[in-house]
């Protein structure tokens, strides 16, 4: 037997005995919304190595959190696409799901040169209510749109593609959102753990090297691995990752998600992706019977749109180029603690 056979069959009776254990001792159940799917498992195993006990941990720490949080009950009362308040978020804190990759990996983009959060407090959104759209954002992810990809592509899709354009983006606007920035990290690594597979930063200022230097202890060793940054010309780059029609184009890519003409492009709100098929949602708009499962009707995006004028224009917080250029039974559960094992 080869040794990459080996260490893989290793992996699967490792990964075994994982779930056996989680459902033993009384750490996962069936119906728990944390998954406990093989991709679920995986990830918080690779996230500790393989060490069964430093997994198991792992794992108790997210299901208490998860707990701790409600979790489960703010996802009943926030749809992640539909929640009154996702406009003003997006155009603020402009931070969306869009598409596949060429790997099937989901799209996550970030135009942090749009941040602006004292603007989003102007809008009447509060840093408690912000935070629970941020929580919510990253459980849809497991939770929707990675099973959703994993099904659509015919293969285990466990983690996103990563873009974040720094363009307009310097020291004052870090310091502006360093600490949320800081928090959402840290979710993201303890109870999401293994989602990012990779990161692509794009238009990095000449501040990036302190940027970075503040941000880097934030980060596992292997997330920073995964790290490109580009500068200015990253195009090609991007198109040997995702294929045009998928890419924004905000990003370089031919993406306008139903938008025409001088229309400013609706891909940060339509959250275009096979998670929206045959989707039925929750929100104020389903409420109303009026939730499109996958694209908007042209009425909806013409009411928000707005011309582009020049190279490049500030529209709904996102710099933009021109032309030219269903929910799982939650855990009732008390907290869970590691059974200590001679």
Not at 202 to 214: G, R, V
Request: proline residues 5%.
């Amino acid at each position: 037997m080869s040794k990459p056979q080996a260490q893989s069959d290793r992996k699967s009776e490792i990964l075994s005995q994982f779930r056996e254990e989680l459902f033993a001792e009384g750490i996962l159940h069936e119906g728990d919304t944390i998954g406990a799917d093989d991709g679920t498992l995986k990830r918080f195993l690779r996230a500790r190595k393989y060490n069964l006990k430093d997994a198991k941990k792992m794992f108790v720490d997210a299901q208490n959190w998860r707990k701790e949080v409600k979790l489960d009950e703010l996802y009943d009362k926030i749809d992640p696409f539909d929640y009154p308040e996702r406009e003003a978020i997006f155009d603020c804190w402009p931070m969306w799901f869009h598409k596949t990759d060429k790997s099937g990996r989901p799209l996550n983009l970030q135009f942090l040169g749009g941040l602006d959060l004292q603007r989003l407090s102007k809008e009447g959104v509060t840093p408690e209510r912000h935070w629970e759209t941020i929580l919510v954002n990253a459980e849809c992810l497991t939770r929707e749109i990675l099973p959703a990809a994993t099904k659509k592509h015919g293969k285990e899709i466990d983690s996103v593609l990563v873009i974040i354009d720094l363009r307009g983006f310097g020291l004052s606007k870090f310091w502006q959102m360093k600490d949320l920035a800081q928090r959402s990290f840290q979710i993201s690594q303890d109870y999401y753990p293994e989602t990012m597979g990779r990161l692509v930063i794009l238009n990095a200022p000449s501040t990036f090297t302190i940027i970075w230097n503040a941000i880097r202890p934030w980060i596992a060793k292997e997330t920073a691995n995964k790290v490109d940054i580009l500068g200015t010309d990253y195009r090609d780059k991007l198109l040997e990752l995702v294929d045009e029609e998928n890419l924004p184009l905000a990003v370089g890519g031919k993406c306008r998600c139903d938008s025409e003409g001088d229309q400013s492009p609706r891909c940060h709100l339509t959250a275009t992706g096979p998670w929206l098929e045959g989707r039925a949602g929750w929100g104020p708009n389903a409420k109303e019977g009026e939730y499109k499962s996958s694209r908007f009707d042209a009425a909806d995006t013409n009411s928000h749109s707005s011309s582009i004028h020049g190279d490049t224009k500030l529209v709904n917080g996102l710099l933009t180029p021109t032309s030219e250029t269903s929910v799982s039974s939650s855990s009732k559960h008390s907290p869970v603690e590691v059974k200590q094992t001679a």
